[in-house]
């Protein structure tokens, strides 16, 4: 039984071969079934779109099940333990997914669960974004090793996960962000990437440019900051002219044009983000099996 809380608790040889089951599935509609009588737990304590649906049709499309839990709608909001939480839901569940304000609330459960606890986002880390990114990579242009990739933003729950990436498929990652919303020197050099403030410089010889809101969940007390600092930091097309001339770009949405993206960015024929939001089914898929050992 594994859970999957972070990208580096995969191999780089498991990650990979996700990807092409991902890809495979895709290809291949006919999967019905391989999780039949399965039944997937959604435990969310933030908002959700994209990880909330995918996460549904793909059990849907394997013959599954998967029941929506809004995190204040359970027992847990009156304050009966994450623990016993765990103990329960996975005496009865196949699999969780969690959305958690906090990691650790994450890996207490894990620790008390007796099936594979997925992380649907939490503060630190979100992993199953990145595979759908790099599913996209992949399928857009090919393998992903010794590309140049430039992330745009704060190092927020989708930048960490972009550093594990980086590790795992050995690319080089570049973030372009305002001094301020560095981290620690400590941090920063465990994370073995470039930080810099010249986002001009960052995108140079870039294959892939991904940014982020500026103001992630829970980071709503420090907008009106955040929105000051980040402003020279916008992905347009004229930023894309400045990387390769095949070069993609990536957002894992919701996305608010005029600020982290422009009006037009969204719909230029280099953005691939509407591939990568439908892209979190097949890669979430390939996971589900994986994890489920079908
Ligand atoms: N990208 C992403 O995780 O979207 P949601 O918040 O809509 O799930
Ligand atoms: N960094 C964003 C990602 C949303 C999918 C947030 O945590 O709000």
Redesign the pocket.
Known sequence: MMHFLNLSDFSSSEAESLLKEALSLKNNKDNNDLLKGKYLALIFE???????V?FEVGMTQLGGKAGFLSMSDLQLGRGEPIEDTAKVISSMADAVVL?TISHETLNLFADHSSVPVIN??TNLS?P??LLADLLTFYECKGEIRDAKVTWVGDYNN?CFSYIEASKLFQFDLEIACPKSYWPSTEVMQETGVTFTEDLKAAVQESDLITTDVWVS?GDEGDSENRIKEFNPYQVSPAAMDLAKTDAIFLH???AIRGREVSEDMLEDPRSKVWVQ?EN?LHAQKALLLKLLDH
């Open positions: 933030k908002a959700s779109t994209r990880t909330r995918s959305r649907g986002l979100h199953c974004q989708v969940m894992c949405l919701p939001a979190r």
